[in-house]
């Protein structure tokens, strides 16, 4: 019984061991299951930090792009207004262009240096503005707008090269506000981001980089598109220009050739008048006059102002000027030949008040004859001298022949020259300085020179002055008077008819 006993202990106690064992693999297993759960929980703990890491990158990149955008926003406005003012600086300069038309080629060329000078500096203003916008120092930015402001002082346009350097002085300052301002926020999120927003940071500034690289060389390229179409603007202003001045020299070419050949196609119709026998001139003045000549009333008559129509006797001679040799009873009353004036000088020519340069003007004679058809007046010919440069007392000393066929100059047959001085100008067309015309019937009858006017000259009228021109002997060619003192444009000339070398 006892050892039943005891091997029923035994058995009990083996039942309990493996009881026990049962319960503590239970413990493993539960102990184990919580293990993994907990590290599940970990795991999952880890995994919402990460996407709450990665969604507050995000929101800094996104920060940190919304910054990029308003930089690049405000370096767009400031190339705008950089694009306004070059726009500006092209239509100073075409300006300048134009008002340079009243020079010689000389002064357009130096001209055309002055805006190659003005488009360079212009380049370097730019480029300056552009090395002032990437500096993120305020230092340097202040340091270059000094220097484009003493550039600017330097040149002529000191007025726009100043108000240049302020525009890019204000746009400097408004982008170091607005990098202040970007600094500031970006410390901020510094200090509330962790290892992984720094990294994020990193990458946004990278990417801004690469953003302000791309602005830099898209504002590069519309500076050199606004300079060439610039350039372009002006080499067509300078083409037109050209093409204008040509247009109006054909003009006033196939004009001159009209008239001559109209002249000449009227000189072949007409008849030449051959030179009269010689005739009692004592007893012609007395049938035309009905009174006894005077002693020195048989020379040379002086030529005579248009309004001075009718016949009568020559008038005396003024003071200063010797009296004329009386002729030979045996002088022709007609002369015939080529008819020849000899332009001399002139004074009262007024300096240039107005256009780009002013100074003296380069004046040159237009002298056009006409023979009168009854109640009309007829061009012959016209021929002009050589202009003088930069004078205000041009002598020029030419003798001109007018028209191709000869005339016959005399008391029944009349000539009028029409005298004009002008201007020469090289781009735009001549300008007027005066005019007159006088009525020629007596042209020395191919013994000599005979001058028109006198010693004193032939009075002109002044472009712009209210008397009209003086005919010989200074007397107005309408009858009014002479013009006032400062618009006494005098000129010296002589005429011929039958030059003995022909």
């Known amino acids: 019984m ?10 009990g106690e083996r039942a309990a061991v493996h009881d026990g064992q049962q319960e503590s693999s239970a413990e493993l297993a539960s102990a184990e299951q919580e293990a993994k759960a907990a590290e599940e929980a970990a795991r999952a703990e880890q995994e919402a930090k990460a996407a709450e890491e990665a969604a507050r990158a995000e929101q800094e990149a996104k920060a940190a792009e919304e910054a990029a955008r308003a930089e690049q926003e405000a370096k767009a406005a400031e190339e705008a207004a950089r694009a306004e003012q070059e726009a500006k600086a092209a239509e100073e300069a075409a300006r300048a262009e134009q008002e340079a038309k009243a020079a010689e080629e000389a002064a357009r060329a130096e001209q055309e240096a002055k805006a190659a000078e003005e488009a360079a500096r212009a380049e370097q203003e730019a480029k300056a503005a552009e090395e002032a916008a990437r500096a993120e120092q305020e230092a340097k930015a202040a340091e270059e707008a000094a220097r484009a402001e003493q550039e600017a002082k330097a040149a002529e346009e000191a007025a726009r090269a100043e108000q240049e350097a302020k525009a890019a002085e204000e746009a400097a300052r408004a982008e170091q506000e607005a990098k202040a301002a970007d600094e500031a926020a970006r410390a901020e999120q510094e200090a509330k981001a962790a290892e992984e927003a720094a990294r994020a940071e990193q990458e946004a500034k990278a990417a801004e980089e690469a953003a302000r690289a791309e602005q830099e060389a898209k504002a590069a390229e519309e500076a050199a598109r606004a300079e060439q179409e610039a350039k372009a603007a002006e080499e067509a202003a300078r083409a037109e220009q ?21 002249a000449r196609a009227e000189q072949e119709a007409a008849v030449t008048p051959t030179a009269a026998a010689p005739v009692d001139v004592d007893a012609l003045l007395r049938d035309v006059l009905g009174a006894e000549p005077a002693s020195a009333s048989a020379g040379a008559t002086a030529p005579r102002s248009a309004s001075e129509t009718e016949p009568q006797s020559p008038p005396a001679p003024s003071a200063g000027t010797e009296e004329p040799e009386p002729a030979s009873a045996t002088v022709p009353p007609v002369a015939t030949g080529r008819l020849r004036v000899k332009v001399e000088r002139a004074s009262g020519i007024k300096p240039n008040g107005d256009g780009w340069m002013g100074g003296n003007p380069d004046p040159y004679v237009a002298v056009e004859a006409l023979a009168r058809d009854g109640d009309t007046w007829t061009a012959i010919g016209k021929a002009r001298t050589e202009h003088v440069s930069g004078s205000l007392a041009p002598e020029w000393d030419a003798v001109l022949a007018i028209g191709q066929q000869p005339v016959a100059v005399g008391a029944g047959s009349p000539l009028r020259l029409r005298v004009s001085v002008f201007d020469y100008d090289f781009i735009s067309a001549d300008d007027l300085l005066g005019s007159g015309q006088v009525d020629i019937e007596d042209a020395a009858c191919g013994e000599g020179w005979m001058r028109v006017g006198g010693e004193e000259g ?27 003192e400062s618009e006494r444009l005098r000129l010296w000339l002589c005429v011929r008819v039958g030059d003995p070398a022909e």
């Open 458 to 484: 032939l009075l002109l009228k002044a472009a712009g002055a209210a008397s009209e021109a003086a005919g010989a002997g200074g007397r107005d060619s309408e009858g009014e008077g002479a013009a006032s």
């Open 242 to 262: 050209e093409a204008k001045a040509a247009e109006e020299a054909a003009r006033a070419e196939q004009e001159a050739k009209a008239a001559e050949e109209a």
């Open 2 to 11: 006892r050892h039943g006993s005891e091997a029923t202990r035994g058995l």
